[in-house]
DNA sequence: CATGAATGAGGGTTCATTCAT
DNA sequence: GATGAATGAACCCTCATTCAT
């Protein structure tokens, strides 16, 4: 009995989605493939989404999930605050490396669809959002919540962190490597040391 | 006389890709608006080009040029090494706010091309070569050849600087805003203040 | 109510590649006018055959039930085996004339696709293994068991008789005369009458 | 100095021809391979034929030299006119085994072009006559030119030689072996011990 | 004599979606 | 709730040929 078979139609279908919109790309990803892998007829398929981009909505939220829960685990163990941090980036290295550096699945929906004012693209920014929330919780329980000595207070950090996980993301799937990763955490360590 | 018409063929069909592929994406655009947009024959554009992705080379090295003919550009009035840093930061805002916000060509490609080992991949690893290689300039200006105090040499800096860079852009692409970019500027602020 | 659309699509195509392929040969026939001709549209071909070579394929299939049908139903009722055998080239010279000296659509297509190791080419070699198992079982039939005074057993003289046969086939369509079929038989009466 | 660079243009073309058309078919040869491939411009090639269709001509005309030649080199050197036609046989086994079982150029150009009354079926045609001649002339060496005691002549004979030559190509082309050919030569050597 | 650019028509194939059952 | 058949539009690409130079 396979992982896949033992459950009903409609996760198979979003456990399908999550692993090859995420490898192949969204565009690059046809229905077709999606349900032959998912081992659901055409039909099915939209008994279940109204259309492929109802798909991609759902997959976001799964993903979403998923990476957030990584995210989270990945902290969880950590008693000292600066640490939690320390641990985010050890996240992003083991992640790129394990997901064979296919970088993050919102910004590739984002770069694959333009047009702003759509649901997937609001899907991203929410995912942006709480991963914002996340960094800013670390950086204040860091920097207490008492501004910096030269005026910076803790959401203005938040931002430079939260700007440097984007880049040492990006950069890192761009050049199959980590060190993007280890520059932004370097770069955080000495932002926090104000 | 349209700016199109009056040139040749390959010309009209790269102009248009420089358009297109930027604007809707490389998956999205298919070759039929193409030849359409540049009011070529399907068959003219395969004397030219041998296959869709062959343009997408010729459209990246030609975006390359342009890219890097504006950066250079917004900094070459700059007399102070420090105020050529600041004048990047300013020409990232004006070109995010003038391109609608559509974010790097390069890694948009990247993101739609999940293959690394293909000559589009290669393409954008050296357009960010070349764009690291330029930053790395500035900061050497501005820090000397010696080490900083604390032990970080140029290129370390640099490289943090590049990924503040990245990550400004998609999350400025994501949100549609140009905080992050002001967020990446001061945390170059800080981090060459050393 | 036409003959073609009261059968379903499937069932359309596969009439229609019986007559076009053979006709106008495979390379030569385009999947347009497969569905043009079979009143279907484009995609629905493609839900009920890969490929153009699918169909190929399942239309040699076809045509071997087809062809060794008429073979079949020519010499069912002959009592005489030696009868049996002239029917044979009765039953070719009516075919060829009948079929406009199209000559044999198995050998037709093995010149238009040169590579051996196809399913095409396999699907040939099969239709041609039965028809010489035909052609011996009528030559066992003639000679017994035992073999010809001057030692030639049935299998030497059946692939001489098969041999024969191709020859009068493709010679007939090359010349879209029937004196080559005629000549075959004239020298398989004297093979026989060792 | 390449063999082919020192020959012009045209003979270029026929060569590349001589080779395209014979080993993937007329059909499955396009223009600008054999353009690429003769090192030759595309208009240059319309300078010299005036279509597709005309090379093809050509191509058969030099094929027919060739084929011809070989042909009558195997049996130039047998003073016995019964060695002659084992000759032939023995040709046609080498010939095959050579050519990858490619088979007969002309009868394959027929499979691919079903209408009979085009200048490239009449090229086949005269090939095929010019082959009967050539068994013809051998056949009427080896029985004299008195009928054989049955009644048959040396037209009748020659016209079954001739089919079972037809029948061996065939036949060897489809099963990639040379079986057919050694069948064929045992029916002659039958038919001509009357 | 030779050429690269340009073409309309068509090649085979896949797209996301809808339908009747 | 689930299905296979059917669809029009679009996909990327190649065909044999002609043109201006």
Redesign the interface.
């Known amino acids: 009995m396979s992982r896949k078979t033992e459950k009903n139609a409609r996760n198979r279908i979003v456990d399908t989605a999550l692993d090859l919109f995420y490898?192949?790309?969204y565009?690059?990803t046809g229905i077709n493939q999606i349900i032959s892998e998912s081992q659901v007829a055409k039909a099915t398929f939209y008994t279940h989404f109204p259309s492929k981009e109802a798909l991609c909505i759902e997959y976001l939220r799964a993903r979403h999930i998923l990476w957030m829960g990584w995210l989270k685990e990945s902290v969880e163990n950590e008693g000292n605050s600066r640490d939690k941090l320390w641990a985010v980036f050890g996240f992003l290295k083991r992640w790129m490396i394990d997901s064979n550096?296919?970088?993050c699945a919102?910004?590739?929906?984002?770069?694959?669809?333009?047009s702003?004012e759509t649901e997937i693209r609001n899907e991203?920014?929410k995912h942006?959002n709480e991963l914002q929330r996340f960094l800013q919780n670390i950086i204040e329980e860091i920097m207490g919540s008492n501004a910096s000595s030269i005026g910076?207070d803790v959401p203005?950090i938040a931002?430079?962190i939260?700007?440097?996980?984007?880049?040492?993301i990006?950069?890192s799937?761009?050049?199959?490597e980590t060190?993007?990763i280890e520059?932004?955490q370097?770069?955080a360590k000495?932002?926090l040391m104000?």
């Open positions: 490898r192949q790309g565009l690059a550096f296919r970088g919102f910004l590739n929906i984002a770069s694959e669809v333009p702003v991203v920014k942006k910076l203005h931002k430079m939260y700007v440097l996980v984007e880049g040492a990006v950069a799937q761009n050049y199959n060190w993007p520059s932004a370097e770069a000495i932002l104000l």
